[in-house]
């Protein structure tokens, strides 16, 4: 049960992604009914709250709040995490052409150690209708799954759960949904993981890829092996992180 005091967190900045930022929060807050608030640890943090308020504003959200911060956004949403439902952060890895170049230490720190759920927003804004839930039946994907049924953070959204070279795991996920009222599709696919997901999701629209933020198997690699930059930087939807 989510707690009275919690919010949905728009972590803003200087980069280009702020403005998307801004746009998934205040969708999250308003399908959530949830409080709202901006969050800058950066130094000119007042003049991008006061934009991203005007941009709430104008789009009907309620119960915004802002708050200005010193020290890095890890060592901020680390003190903070007990009062986030979402943490919204832009993805680093952009360099001053414009083009990917890796993940920051910082934002790999936020995915390592916040136990709340990480929505990474890594370019402009759609709507969010498709979502795809990677499942490898690791605990931290049973976990994450577990997170969005019994308390789901996308309502009304298409749910394809797809589990790459384990059809066993597949089963077992259609196992845990046969017990609630949430509909979902089955997805198997062949191939190496992260290269079949994305296929996927270019191939059927996908607004979104949820996935557990750490584990054992497919999902372990994905946050801390080779192809971590690999889904993080070439995925072209937001990455849901769930614990």
Known sequence: MVKQDQYIYACVDSSKF???VCDYSIDLSK???LPLKFFSSTKNGSTLLEECEEQAKNKKAKQIVSSQKEGSLYENLLELQESIRIAVVGLDGIDEKGKKSGISPQVEKIIKDIRAPILLINGTYRPINKVLIAYDGSLSSQKAL???ISNPIFHDVQRD????NNEAALQEA???LARTDINANFIYLEGEPVTAILSYQKECNIDLIAMGAFGHGMLHHIIYGSVTHHMLLE???PLLLVR
């Open 174 to 176: 259609k196992k845990r």
């Open 18 to 20: 702020s403005k998307y």
């Open 235 to 237: 995925a072209c939807v």
């Open 146 to 148: 577990d997170a969005l």
């Open 31 to 33: 399908s959530l009914d």
């Open 161 to 164: 759960i797809v589990s790459v």
